[in-house]
């Protein structure tokens, strides 16, 4: 396929690009370069045949409609968004407008595009969004894609939002879309302000850890390039107007997350006292959810997919990767917001 691939600059989305071009697939790779956008994610495909960059931000609806023309794409995967709960608290105008506008503009150029093609069966638009949707979960239970939708932050209501656009558009004008809702991913190229990366870099420099709260905060954590191949999976098998919720099976508090990376680095690259010594306790998020967790059963039922690597094995890949890529994440710390406490505007 010739799929048109948004945000694919990105964390996630460059691991999609890497692992469809290696498939097989064309890629023509829309990204705006905001700040977390990096093409050094992608330096490894940017000479192949199949490969094609476009520097369009998807709030700029005349440039997709220009792109759409100009590639002719088999399909969409929609990637392209903000995506950091601790900037959409300090600054929720931004994912208004690349969420919830952009999705819009997306759909409606997709739209217009499919139409004049003649409606191409094997058309799709595949919407990638989040488990933060859902809300927060106690201590048991599991979000299904039947699951309420609960957002509480700036950032989960603005994905909710565009989640809602997107299943209108296929009730509404027959859009054929697909739509999978992730658990928190982690890998390599993951950018330097999340909580992984935070754990490696701050120990590696000698820094404070800051841990949120008590660090008792549960998630599910899904190594990116499971997630990439899940993704794939599907665009190309998924059943129209249907979700997918996209989880790692590896559940872990924050504190136990952090306290295994340090371990790791331990081991990797040990120094006179443990890493865990550097950890610290700092004033908790604002709308800081509990907890969160994926019932992966509809995407293990209907298209066999359950992920292929373990909290464990993908913590130490991360950790290795990120020590042999220096270069790859100095070059980021200089970027606006990165090293900083974000989300206390509130």
Request: proline share 4%; aromatic share 10%.
């Amino acid at each position: 396929m010739k799929i048109l691939v948004t945000g694919g600059a990105g964390f996630i989305g460059s691991a999609v690009v890497r692992l469809a071009i290696a498939r097989g697939h064309e890629i023509v790779n829309l990204d705006a370069l905001t700040y977390a956008g990096c093409l050094e994610n992608v330096a490894g495909v940017a000479d192949h045949p199949l490969y094609a960059f476009e520097h369009v931000d998807i709030r700029d609806r005349a440039a997709l409609d220009h792109v759409f023309a100009q590639h002719k794409p088999d399909a969409v995967m929609h990637l392209a968004a903000e995506s950091h709960v601790d900037r959409s608290i300090d600054g929720p105008g931004d994912f208004i407008e690349t969420n919830i506008t952009g999705t819009y503009n997306m759909l409606e150029a997709a739209r217009a595009y499919w139409i004049n093609a003649g409606k191409p069966e094997g058309f799709r638009f595949h919407h990638i969004s989040t488990d933060e949707v859902y809300g927060s979960l106690g201590a048991t239970g599991m979000f299904s894609e039947t699951s309420s939708y609960d957002p509480r932050s700036p950032y989960s209501a603005s994905k909710a939002a565009s989640d809602h656009l997107v299943r209108a558009w296929a009730e509404t004008y027959g859009m054929p879309v697909v739509l999978t809702n992730c658990s928190n991913n982690y890998g390599p190229y993951h950018f330097p302000e999340k909580l992984v990366p935070v754990v490696i870099l701050n120990a590696l420099a000698g820094k404070d850890i800051p841990v949120y709260g008590e660090g008792l905060n549960v998630r599910d954590w899904l190594y990116v390039e499971d997630h990439a191949d899940a993704l794939l999976l599907v665009l190309e098998k998924g059943a129209l107007g249907r979700s997918y919720n996209i989880g790692g099976e590896n559940e872990a508090r924050n504190i136990d997350l952090v306290r295994s990376i340090c371990a790791i680095l331990d081991e990797k690259r040990p120094k006179a006292a443990p890493y865990s010594d550097q950890i610290t306790f700092v004033e908790d998020r604002a709308g800081h959810d509990l907890r969160y967790a994926i019932d992966p059963a509809r995407i293990r039922d209907e298209l066999g997919w359950r992920p292929s690597v373990t909290l464990e094995q993908g913590l130490e890949r991360t950790v290795q990767w990120y020590l042999d890529n220096e270069a790859w994440w100095r070059a980021l710390q200089a970027r606006d917001g990165v090293g900083q406490r974000l989300g206390v505007k509130a």
